[in-house]
């Protein structure tokens, strides 16, 4: 029967055996998918694995950072590429939620064929596609519907043309972190909850701005170091912060303002395809919300999302 020993075991046999010499290039997400792929790769072939972690510029607060050292850290052979503005250009003006999806589609896919080009005589992409991508793969959204249609217009791009290699590709969710664990992954990456492709992008209604990322970003690592702090990450499967583009009157001192609304999102799920809102402690929510208002310039006003999935999907775009 299955173990994550075993699995570990043969799948570095057969990646040896299917890789022999060849270079593989693959691009981290700070995800646990791409991870594991990674360090799976990584102990099969070494430094002829090249990993490639893009900087969009709609991470979450420092995050781009605690990941490429977490990665150094594992040994990976990683190049990190600070694309921020690239992304924040594609994206202004456009505040229609499957443009701004394609608008970072496109971007990462030029950000990545560029690096990819600079590995010499590479022959393969690595991903970290897992059993439920495979029988999914015709869904709506994610990389693979971004890839198609831009592909559609521009042709392939050179990295669509290697040989694919997935190691995780007859993997469930919950395997791929037994062999994370199994395989030392800090659980820094490990025990992350899921976030989305796009980022913030999907998190700021509206057109997308540094300036918003930047609050959003604040406010955001307040909610979360609040959730950790209360022992409350880990019961929650996914977790956020949207960016309001509504106003509201509030006062400071004998002022009016006139300032923007944040939402915070924190979700039960087992899968992402139903979800219930979660009963968060009154107490937790005060304080964060008490928090939020008196560090983050530029939000006055602090909402609770009581809605489940259907209908309302866990994102707001
Ligand atoms: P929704 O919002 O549809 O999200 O309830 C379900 C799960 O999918 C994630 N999600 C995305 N992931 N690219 C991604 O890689 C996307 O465009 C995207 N949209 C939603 C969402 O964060 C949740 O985990």
């Known amino acids: 029967d299955w173990t994550s020993d075993s699995f570990i075991e043969t799948t570095i046999a057969e990646l040896r055996e299917k890789l022999g010499n060849d270079k593989v290039v693959l691009g981290l997400s700070g995800g646990v998918d791409s991870s594991v792929a990674a360090v799976l790769l990584h102990q099969a072939i070494g430094k002829n694995l090249h990993c490639i972690f893009v900087d969009n510029g709609l991470l979450r607060k420092d995050e781009y950072q605690s990941v490429l050292d977490s990665y150094q850290h594992m040994g990976l052979n990683i190049k990190g590429i600070d694309a921020k503005q690239r992304f924040y250009d594609a994206l202004a003006g456009i505040s229609d939620p499957e443009k701004k999806r394609k608008a970072i589609g496109r971007v990462f896919i030029e950000v990545f064929d560029d690096a990819a080009h ?28 971004t890839i198609k249609s831009h592909h559609n217009v521009g042709g392939l791009p050179d990295f669509m043309k290697l040989k694919v290699v997935e190691p995780l590709n007859t993997l469930f969710k919950d395997e791929v972190r037994r062999v994370g664990k199994a395989l030392n992954i800090d659980d820094n990456i490990l025990g992350r909850h899921p976030f989305p492709g796009p980022g913030l992008a999907i998190r700021i209604l509206g057109e997308v701005t540094p300036e918003k990322v930047a609050i959003l970003q604040e406010a955001d690592a307040i909610y979360i170091n609040n959730l950790r702090a209360a022992g409350l990450y880990d019961k929650v499967w996914q977790a956020g912060t949207i960016y309001l583009p509504v106003q509201s ?15 915070l999102r924190a979700v039960e799920s087992l899968d992402g395809m139903t979800a219930d809102w979660c009963h968060l402690p009154y107490d937790v929510l005060a304080k964060i919300s008490n928090e939020i208002i008196n560090n983050v310039k530029g939000i006055n006003r602090v909402v609770y999302d009581i809605s489940s999935k259907p209908p309302a999907t866990i994102e707001w775009e």
């Open 118 to 145: 600079e590995v010499q005589d590479v022959k393969w992409l690595g991903q970290g596609t897992i059993y439920p991508d495979v029988i999914e793969s015709l869904s709506v959204k994610g990389p693979s519907a």
């Open 249 to 263: 009157v509030g006062v400071m001192g004998d002022e009016r303002t006139y300032e923007n609304v944040v939402c």
